[in-house]
RNA sequence: GUCCGGUUCGUCUAGGGGUUAGGACACCGCCCUUUCACGGCGGCAACACGGGUUCAAAUCCCGUACCGGAUACCA
């Protein structure tokens, strides 16, 4: 039989990281086996459900790479079905008609209100004490002929327990007693959940059903129902759940937009590197690897290597350095520095595009992006030899561009950064960090006609000399030798001028880079000393 | 309350009878260097607690504590 399982959310906001991660190890599970993997929109709660939630989740899903095999189901076009299931158990004797009038839960905190309900029953509450349980079917179909609203519950058996063998968990049981006759119709005739579930899975023909821990009292529920039904489960693997730092189930209420998948894809983040993080969150191949393409997830996930302990996704709102994880920060760097830059490259194409930075030139007609790969070799200032001038790429060409990325990435931690830190790069228009100009400028009050002076030097020094990072170097350490002070003063003082921050690259690569005329220019602007 | 589950460095984790308890992130130090968030080297840091089984327990068993999940005419 071949391999089918489905991620199953409900369509109430945007994709949740947990909810994600659900989705990522139902995806790798199928692949690994060669089945199918599904997308099923759980919308039966009409009054929550929205459209554009479920086209948040497509969106969430089509970023971050799990493309659902089959047309999604809409769990709300199955409501007939349900209905019908609901019947069929009632007329068999296996459900009945509740006509206790419907509680409306104070809607505040439904949560809390549950639990209290819970709690007031100490606990040897009898699921069985419903009085219609045992309403004759005369009475129960008059009642119902009159017009009375009921609702259908699952008639649980009297003894007994269901049991099931856990792809994580392992064995699980629970005693009939501790499971209530859960209503599988409302009274206003819409199927509830568990049973919606139940048929669905049972419609779709899934065969494992992967998902988080908190359902694992539904697993029960559900199994009941299989039986009631006379079909046999799927098998069952629960995950264990993602923490807040505070050791609560990672939500949307309470944490808000840290938890939606859009929030990392708008911050920069790199589907690969989101997802590889994800992967390693609750799961471990067991091998101090860390770094997975998604074939190699495939290869090598596991339901044995799937964790049962929850993981915490780290986090401080309050700080800009590690306002997520600092683990993902860390791997989405770690990407966006290692990984091939032909893979890179359409990213940060993208990047400066919303940022206005782009330009076309950048990626001449007819040479995709992913042909730099070939010539970025050459590129590397290490490996050209220094006195050769002649390679080094025009100012806003399409070598020049791959260079400058290949040159900036290193210490970049998101696709952001590349129109942010690396503006300068790329515009004329960019900003001078506070920091950077207190701490290399204007500690040093005389690079202010000393910086100016350095442009007149250059501009004689090149005129007939090649701009290369050797003869920048020695003109440089010739000028700053003539002022009496440490190279660095001059090399961070121009960095300062001509990057706007006060880190990157080594300052004669970015000199080279940013070519002889705008270095010239931004050395002679006074723009960052008001 | 009851049921279920969990507990190895701050975090993600490896290890499942004999290990100096390993790696990664973060942090700290040193090196490289014109600065730096790159790179290199090093450091700090963990088996929740109590019993038992055993020659030997982080590892197996029991209990305690703590944490989490579930509990609905939500999904």
Known sequence: MTVRVRFAPSPTGYLHVGATRAALF???????????????????????????????????????????????????????????????????????????????????????????????????????????????????????????????????????????????????????????????????????????????????????????????????????????????????????LILAPGGKKLSKRIHGEIVSLTTYRDAGFLAAAFRNFLALMGWSAGEEKEIYSLDELVEKFSLDGVHRSSAIFNYEPNNPKRWTDDKLIWMNAEY??????????????????????????????????????????????DDRPAAVAIDLPEYGSYDWFVRVVDLIRHRFFTLKDFSLQGRAYFSEDYDFDPVAVEKNLKKFPDLQTWLPELAGRFESEFASTPYTEENIETVVKAFSEEKGTRLGVIMNGARTLLTGVAVGPSMLSVFEIIGLERTLMRLKSQLAWN
């Open 26 to 240: 139902n995806y790798l599970y199928a692949r690994q086996k060669g089945g199918k993997f599904l997308l099923r929109i759980e919308d039966t709660d009409l009054a929550r459900s929205t459209d554009e939630s479920t086209r948040s989740i497509l969106e969430g899903l089509g970023w971050i790479g799990l493309q659902p095999d089959e047309e999604v189901v809409f769990q709300s076009n199955n409501a007939d079905k349900h209905r019908a299931a609901a019947k069929k158990l009632l007329d068999e004797g296996k459900a009945y008609r509740d006509f206790t009038p419907k509680a409306v839960p104070s809607d505040a905190n439904v949560k809390d209100t549950i639990k209290d309900r819970a709690r007031a029953g100490q606990g040897t509450r009898n699921m069985r004490d419903n009085a219609y349980r045992n309403i004759s079917n005369e009475d129960s179909d008059s009642r119902a002929a009159a017009g009375e609203p009921f609702a259908i519950r699952l008639k649980v058996p009297e003894t007994g327990k269901t049991s099931f063998e856990d792809g994580v968990f392992g064995f699980q049981e629970r005693d009939y007693s501790e499971t209530e006759d859960l209503v599988l119709l409302r009274s206003d005739g819409h199927p509830l959940y568990n049973l919606a579930v139940v048929c669905d899975d049972i419609e779709m023909e899934i065969t494992d059903v992967i998902r988080g821990q908190d359902h694992l009292t539904n697993t029960h529920k559900q199994i009941l129902i299989y039986e009631a039904l006379g079909v046999t489960p799927p098998n069952f693997a629960h995950l264990p």
């Open 336 to 381: 966006i520095r290692t990984m091939p830059l032909t893979n890179l490259l359409p990213f940060v194409k993208e990047e400066l595009r919303s940022a206005k930075l782009w330009r076309e030139e950048y990626q001449p007609e007819g040479r995709a992006l992913s042909e730099a790969a070939t010539s970025t070799a050459d590129l590397r200032p």
